[in-house]
């Protein structure tokens, strides 16, 4: 899987903390516990640019819904571990997006994950992007996501 680099002001930085209840009988991370890692690192990542979810519903009754995950585990975490989890988006699309996130441990990669979210509105069909969250998730100048035309 590849990760792209882009500015440190593009990538978004979140920290986790493992708990026992992200843990297996091993004290390892129960894999599933990953996603949803990534999944408080992409809401938050969202609020500090601006594209809050619950004003991205209530403005113009859309949401994301993931369409796609894929993740490589490089090596485990464990209980207590503090993590931090890095997010950027990569690529704008008319009716989603594609996330790229990579969860760490001092400095260690220890999970990349991609994730395509789709815009849907409330019948569950592909809606655009809002303007206000399309130039949230889209910075510039510098180097940032790719734009494409297809969903």
């Not at 899987?1 to 991370?29: K, W």
């Not at 490089?74 to 996130?101: H, K, M, N």
Request: aromatic content about 8%.
């Amino acid at each position: 899987m590849r990760i792209d680099s882009h500015s440190a002001a593009s990538r978004h930085r979140f920290p986790v903390r493992v708990y026992f209840e992200d843990t297996d009988a091993g004290g390892i991370v129960y894999y599933a516990n990953y996603f949803k890692f990534a999944e408080r690192a992409r809401t938050e990542m969202m609020r500090a640019a601006g594209a809050e979810h619950a004003a991205m519903m209530r403005e113009s009754g859309t949401m994301f819904a993931v369409r796609r995950c894929e993740a490589d585990f490089l090596a485990p975490a464990r209980l207590d571990d503090a993590l931090e989890v890095e997010t950027a988006i990569v690529e704008l699309g008319r009716a989603s997006l594609w996330a790229e996130q990579i969860v760490r441990r001092d400095g260690q990669d220890l999970a990349r994950l991609r994730v395509r979210l789709a815009c849907i509105g409330a019948d569950g069909r592909p809606a655009a992007l809002p303007k206000r969250v399309r130039a949230a998730l889209d910075p510039a100048p510098g180097p940032g996501p790719q734009r494409k035309e297809r969903h």
